[in-house]
DNA sequence: TAAACCAGTTTATTTTATAAACCAAATCTT
DNA sequence: AAGATTTGGTTTATAAAATAAACTGGTTTA
């Protein structure tokens, strides 16, 4: 959607319910690994996988492979580009929902 | 995702940019013409088209074809269950974004 | 030691969004 | 008035996305 004075554009990154999910908790929790996010999100392990990712490759997110005891443990945390664009998606999401900006 | 206690399910009708701010439009106007909705949401027609088809299928949207003198022309309604869903997908939304939920 | 389980990844399938191509009718051009 | 262009769309094709299914490598349990 080009060129329209009324709607900011949407950050497809950012406009996927799963991707979304994880950016919320990662927010607020600074970071969080794969067992947990997946328990929260009550996404599956494959989706999880490719949408964290996605973040990763956008910069939004850092990972971090490690153990826990003998068991891999995926550690996700959240960078300052990734809070930055979770700020702006939220502000262009109110040229859509909030009337009193219409 | 299914099963989250902190996240609702976001209506995949509504979680898409253009038909987002087609039904951004109607909640304000009550209705608008084809032409209307392609200048302001900067949509191509072809894109408008098959959204619009999508929100009615809905049942998100009226459509009416009729004319405007001798041209052909497309009014778009929208309908109480549209306003409803509208409604219903911003309340979800704010279990992603708004950090006094979580 | 074999069966079940855990923490993921990779691959395949389905859905979606979007653009490109097309169409009929109206209007403009010469 | 004939052809070219514009208008208001629809249909079809392509690209991108989301999701699930299948798989892997290692671990714990029976």
Chains 1, 2 share one sequence.
Not at 21 to 46: H, N, P, Q, R
Not at 61 to 68: A, D, N
Not at 70 to 79: D, E, G, L, S
Request: with cysteine; aromatic share 8%.
């Amino acid at each position: 959607m080009p060129e329209s004075k009324l709607f900011k554009p949407l950050d497809p990154l950012l406009h996927s319910e799963l991707r979304l999910a994880v950016m919320s908790i990662l927010l607020d929790a600074g970071s969080a690994d794969f067992v947990y996010l997946k328990a929260e999100t009550g996404a599956t392990s494959g989706n999880l996988s490719v949408q964290l990712d996605k973040l990763q490759q956008a910069g939004y997110i850092e990972v971090t492979k490690g153990f826990k005891g003998k068991m891999p443990q995926t550690v996700c945390r959240i960078t300052d580009q990734g809070r930055n664009a979770f700020a702006s998606y939220v502000e262009a999401l109110r040229s859509y929902i909030s009337s009193d900006n219409r």
